[in-house]
């Protein structure tokens, strides 16, 4: 074990230098040929720092030392040294923005969810009220988890439902009973009037296992695929409205992302079922086989009543996404349009005065944690699980951008970019975009990867002279595709842990979800996705495509 620690602690320590390194040459390397090519000094130094800072932070956000978190405070320290980026009272508004609060507010509102125990209920309450077909359990798992990771972080949610999805299958197997008297449809064989049951234990456990195995593959999937419904589902697609409401001026509202994001979610869930259905061999289980959910309304009983403080929860929740939907829903004047200043009536204040109420309301049962509580939510119970980490990584994400914009860095690369891919038309190129980003999340974090590309692609699109949407969407929301690596997302872990996974499974079945997920959001984004996204001054572009 001490051997292993050096190792690791060797490993990080070259990761580091390497990084740091590399920076570095890269910095001389353009200052080099900036000096060669006798471009004007100040302008080109700044571009070069800010490539270089740029260049250095994705170098250990992938080689994951020191933390993320860590990495995302550099810019507050090198690009104020380095003369970029402007003050550095102006460097830290940005690591807490409204996008963060909003961010801050959805977070409160899960965790009130998971205090008084309503995601637990409602859980077991649809998983215990369908039938034991196998594909319709594997539905059900999915159905939930990806419903649970559009308001809850894909982490929490996964927490949740991999334990459970382990814990049936152990009562399945431990019920005391053999597998064969199990609660199983027996059907007729084709060859007689023979009933057809399967009488080898340690086949059944196989075959159980097969199942299982498929299943907790899903639950991570559907954990990303849930994130892309809601514009709160996923750090990345924060990153993305927070970048283009800073790059173009115009701010996308929860309600019009939610028309874009819940198709693709719908599709992708569904494609991502029948292949884990039907592809490799299926699910693995004889034809009739019914799993007992008799195990899953037994505890379903056990919860007891529905407290009054599950009924305050879930209608602050529902109160919150009805905020969201109507605060300016475009085709009327919406709530917000009640106040003096409707303009700063946004997202965060809806979510941020639902979460802080639940404050002051009283709890009247124990905690799901078995302590008392005096209100819903007490700051004691919810500082240590505060999710600092990705505020910095959001944070560090709109700082690089005003360094790119302020530089002039983002142009430079769009058209650095133009001359290579030469006279392609709009599709390939956000094909290209997504393509890389897709690949990038694999291998470290969705919203470092949205960070580092969609300042780039936002110059990309200023230079072909297209709407930045065209190319932004896309990138961002390939940004959510993390299904081929343990590493790739904490839910793809938390199911590896389980026992039931490989790397391999997650390679196999994940590379076709990649492909079909790319394939899906970018038919989206090209049918309506921008169109219902685009905002007022942004309809002009649409000539710009045509031609």
Not at 60 to 87: E, F, N, Q, R, Y
Not at 142 to 168: D, Q, Y
Not at 481 to 501: E, K
């Amino acid at each position: 074990a001490m051997a292993s620690a050096c190792t690791s602690c060797l490993k990080a320590r070259y990761g580091i230098l390497v990084a740091f390194a590399s920076s570095m040459g890269m910095w001389i390397l353009l200052r080099a040929t900036g000096a060669l090519c006798g471009q004007e000094p100040k302008g080109c130094s700044d571009k070069h720092a800010t490539a270089a800072v740029t260049f250095l932070m994705a170098s250990l956000w992938i080689a994951g030392t020191p933390h993320s978190a860590v990495v995302s405070v550099l810019p507050i320290v090198i690009l104020p040294l380095l003369g970029v980026g402007g003050k550095p009272i102006d460097l830290a508004n940005q690591y807490f923005n409204a996008t963060n609060f909003v961010l801050f507010g959805s977070f409160l509102l899960a965790t009130a969810i998971q205090e008084v125990g309503l995601h637990r209920r409602v859980a077991l309450r649809l998983l215990s009220s369908i039938s034991g077909d196998p594909k319709v359990v594997l539905l059900a798992f999915m159905m939930i988890t990806a419903a649970l990771s559009a308001f809850m972080s894909n982490t929490a949610t996964a927490a949740l439902m991999c334990p459970m999805a382990v814990s049936l299958f152990d009562e399945l197997r431990y019920d005391g009973e053999s597998p064969d008297q199990q609660q199983c449809d027996v059907e007729q064989s084709t060859e007689g009037s023979e009933c057809r049951s399967v009488q080898d234990t340690s086949c059944n456990t196989d075959n159980l296992r097969k199942f299982f195995k498929r299943l907790l593959v899903g639950l991570p999937y559907a954990c990303s695929i849930g994130g892309i419904s809601t514009l709160t589902g996923t750090g990345t697609n924060l990153v993305f409205a927070q970048l283009y409401s800073e790059l173009t001026g115009h701010t996308i509202s929860y309600s019009s992302y939610l028309v874009v994001g819940s198709p693709i979610c719908l599709v992708q869930l569904v494609l991502c079922w029948a292949w884990l259905c039907f592809a490799n061999g299926g699910l693995g289980l004889p034809r009739g086989y019914r799993i007992p959910t008799a195990s899953l309304k037994q505890r379903y009983l056990e919860l007891g009543r529905v407290s009054s403080s599950e009924v305050v929860v879930g209608g602050l929740c529902l109160l919150t996404v009805v905020g969201w939907i109507f605060r300016a829903p475009g085709w009327c004047s919406g709530f917000a349009s009640w106040f003096p200043n409707p303009a700063a009536i946004d997202d965060a204040v809806v979510v941020m005065t639902a979460s802080l109420t639940l404050f002051f309301i009283p709890m009247r049962q124990a905690s799901t944690n078995g302590q008392a509580n005096c209100t819903i939510l007490e700051w004691s119970k919810v500082e240590h699980k505060l999710p600092l980490g990705l505020f910095l990584l959001i944070g560090a994400g709109a700082v690089l951008s005003c360094a790119f914009q302020e530089t002039g860095l983002s142009s430079s690369i769009g058209q650095a970019l133009i001359s290579g891919l030469g006279g392609m038309s709009l599709f390939p190129v956000a094909l290209i975009c997504s393509i890389c980003a897709a690949a990038l999340s694999q291998v470290t974090s969705d919203v470092a990867v949205a960070n580092i590309l969609l300042p780039i692609v936002h110059g990309l699109a200023q230079s072909l002279k297209v709407d930045p949407m065209a190319l932004m969407l896309p990138t961002a929301l390939s940004c959510s595709l993390p299904y081929m690596l343990i590493i790739s997302t904490p839910a793809n872990a938390i199911a590896f842990q389980t026992g039931f996974i490989t790397q391999a499974d997650l390679i196999k079945n994940g590379f076709p979800m990649v492909l079909q997920g790319l394939a899906i959001l970018l038919a989206v984004c090209f049918s309506f996705g921008f169109q219902v996204l685009r905002t007022e001054d942004a309809v002009s572009w649409s000539s710009r495509w045509a031609a």
